[in-house]
Nanobody, 121 residues
């Protein structure tokens, strides 16, 4: 599966922003999907994930209550709605696909190219 993330940009603290990740191929619904992020000088970290049919989600503590992941298997797309953004949310955001629903980065074998989110204070 090939992934294409979009929707990043420059926003102010407290604003909202939505990211999308479009997948190619007919097997999208078989995959768990995750969002990860990498800030400058830091390792890539887990943000959130969703299982194949959307009835199970995981969130990092840092984004719980502010971010929401969802998916539309008919559109081969996973979404990340980010509310109440903070400067520490600034990072390149990556979507990823994996065969197992997990928070472990090693569980995701397919990655999009990343989209930059910058939150100014």
């Amino acid at each position: 599966v090939q992934l294409q993330a979009s929707g990043g940009g420059l926003v102010q603290a407290g604003d909202s922003l939505g990211l999308s990740c479009a997948a190619s191929g007919r097997t999208f619904s078989r995959f768990a999907m995750g969002w990860f992020r990498q800030a400058p000088g830091k390792e890539r970290e887990f943000v959130t994930s969703i299982n194949w049919n959307g009835d199970s989600t995981y969130y990092a503590d840092s984004v719980k209550g502010r971010f929401t992941i969802s998916r539309d298997n008919a559109k081969n797309t996973v979404y990340l709605q980010m509310n109440s953004l903070k400067p520490e949310d600034t990072a390149v955001y990556y979507c990823a696909a994996g065969v197992v629903h997990t928070t472990n980065i090693r569980g995701y074998g397919y990655w999009g190219q990343g989209t930059l989110v910058t939150v100014s204070s």
